[in-house]
């Protein structure tokens, strides 16, 4: 290896070095995706929630379900408080039909959601309008015996409401008001609901973002967000719904795998930067003999002039007519853009205007290859003289034309 190569190679390698470590030791960003995932710790998941769903119900079973509600509900056997909470949820119709029929059980259901299917309850959900920049959101509930203070939510995605509510059978529960810079309100709507169905009910929520670590957090929301918990039965079983979740990971490809595990990920660069250096210097050392290999001639005109000698040779004079006539007019509709289904004097006219042939020598060719079409043998010199008149149609302005 000379002098030149080593230099080369040390200043690759510290300049491999200085980007790791700088990509190693730089604040780590913080990621605002709303994942709503309990394995998350970042400001919009639902770590928090799902650890003190422990401490709020000490004495209940909570379970994590990883599947589908359409596919756990088949058990009939199961009991609870079916716990969703995420940004949207998009429910099957036979997959809500299910959920219908283990909350007419007497089974509950907290769904807290900017929208889902749930048109069957027969209630209708609508954003905020507002010509308000800078508005801002609380949020409060009814119940004086838990608590009527409002709180305040920031960086909302959405701020949803209940529209239109079955007036017979839903309780509400609490509310959210739009506010203006001054502090006044000038928009307001329910967003906490009880729907009792058979003999079980629905609690539905529409501002989940009041679920996730960062609002959790932040000045006293975590009463809000217990208050709002303490409807749900503590003697029912909790299902955790891990299924419906934006930041739900799956796994589709290997380098997927790798680069989701920081460690997995500094191996294969490392990898890659060896791979690179083994391949640099082996190149240096070695190189495979490269064969000649003489290119392939292109046979095309010996084939075709074959082809023809066969039918010379045999005196096969009409079947090379038929061909020159087909090919002939294949030229007319491919070239001159005129159709050949019908032959006539309008052809005959249309032809010679723009083929620059006059409306004799069209003729003429026509009748000639009348005559040929109508005979069962042809001679050498009337197949000459076929070719003598298509190689004049195609040239008007050759020397050779009569």
Known sequence: MDRKIKIYSALFLIIVGFILYADATKPKEISWFPSYAAKHKIPYGTYLLKTELATLFPETKITEINKSPYMVLKDSTLQGTYFFVDESINFGKEEFDEILTFVAK?????????????????????????????????????????????????KPTATIYFKELDTLNTVVLGKVSGLNAAGEIVAEGVNFIKHPFGKGNFYIHTFPLAFTNYNLLKDEN???????????????????????????????????????SKNLKWAYCFALIGLVFFFLFKSKREQRFIPVRTPLKNQTVAFTRTIANMYYEKSAHKDIATHKINYFLDFIR?????????????????LAARSANSLEEVTTLFDKIAKINQ????????????????????????????
């Open 334 to 350: 491919t070239k001159l853009r005129i159709p050949t289904n019908v032959i006539n004097t309008s052809f005959y006219e249309h």
């Open 375 to 402: 005979k069962n043998s042809l001679s050498k010199t009337e197949l000459i003289e076929l070719n003598t008149l298509i190689e004049e149609f195609k040239n008007p302005t050759s020397a050779t034309k009569k």
């Open 106 to 154: 007497g089974n509950d259901v907290f769904l807290a959601s900017n929208g889902a299917n749930i048109d069957t309850l027969q209630l209708k959900t609508e954003s905020f309008s507002t010509s308000n920049f800078d508005e801002k959101f609380e949020i409060s509930l009814f119940n004086k015996h838990l608590t009527e203070k409002k709180y305040a939510f920031d």
């Open 222 to 260: 975590a009463t809000y967000v217990s208050s709002v918990l303490s409807y749900l039965d503590a003697e029912k079983p909790i299902l955790w719904d891990a299924y419906y979740k934006a930041g739900n990971s799956k796994i589709t490809s290997p380098l997927q795998y790798i680069f989701s």
